[in-house]
């Protein structure tokens, strides 16, 4: 039997003393979550400058 794939040989790495597990998982989530309101407030202004394009008025609240 074969081994994996290349591309899914070259995604993996060696659990060792000498790979870094990253930033703690609060901050992931932290970071994960500053990301996604940020996303949220684009979203928001596109669709704002949108509907004024279109001669809509928005809701201030949905």
């Known amino acids: 039997m074969r081994g994996p ?20 998982r609060r901050e992931r989530a932290a970071r994960v979550r500053r990301r996604r309101l940020w996303l949220t407030d684009a979203s928001r202004v596109v ?14 609240r949905m």
């Open 5 to 24: 794939c290349r591309p899914c040989a070259a995604g993996r790495r060696p659990a060792g003393p000498d790979r870094t597990a990253g930033p703690p």
């Open 47 to 60: 669709l704002r400058n949108g509907l004024h394009l279109l001669g809509v008025s928005a809701p201030e």
